[in-house]
């Protein structure tokens, strides 16, 4: 995969006194490389069942509105089964917390939601209920977490899953394999 290649372009090895030490990454760095360690890991395992991109989303609206100023939307990973044209649109997420807090009470980030919310109802242009959204957050050491149970908004399935970076290999490619069958 091209994580080598990420690490040497963002942070650089320095040598003092013989000794090699990897300058630390700043946690946005981080997001990227989580984001695009799991872009390629699909890529890579499932490009015969999968259309894997990194896909625009463009807002369902009508043409002729000419609403100039709405942002773009830009998926992290979008998977098509190619099979059945299902699609599971993926938001990848690095942050120390998964969970907000709120009056003592524990949540998902609600920009979060809002935003993998607003890509799959937008993409979905005809409420088909085919496409379904994840979000993905790495796992941290919180003792609160998402319980990964999916869950309808209207005809869309979501669900908020986590990926523990801290295991074998063979575990997180059993997780991301585990996230896929979503669809």
């Not at 100039?68 to 699609?87: E, G, H, R, V």
Request: charged share 25%; proline share 2%; net charge negative.
């Amino acid at each position: 995969m091209y994580i080598c290649y990420f690490v040497m372009n963002s942070q650089l090895m320095t040598t003092e006194s013989g000794e090699y030490r990897m300058m630390s990454f700043k946690e946005d760095l981080m997001s990227r490389l989580y984001e695009k360690f799991v872009f390629e890991y699909y890529r890579q395992h499932f490009r015969d069942t999968f259309y894997v991109s990194s896909k625009q989303i463009h807002w369902n609206i009508e043409d002729d509105l000419g609403i100039p100023f709405l942002p773009q939307m830009q998926s992290d990973i979008m998977l098509i089964n190619k099979a059945n044209d299902k699609t599971l649109i993926i938001d990848t997420k690095y942050y120390s917390h998964i969970m907000q807090t709120n009056y003592d009470t524990k949540s998902y980030h609600s920009n979060n939601m809002y935003q993998i919310f607003t890509y799959v109802k937008n993409y979905d242009k005809n409420n088909t209920g085919n496409v379904s959204g994840i979000l993905l957050y790495a796992k941290t050491d919180e003792t609160v977490l998402p319980d990964e149970k999916p869950f309808k908004i209207g005809r869309n399935n979501f669900s908020v899953k986590t990926l523990d970076l801290n295991t074998e290999f063979s575990e997180i490619s059993n997780r991301l394999n585990e996230i896929i069958k979503f669809i």
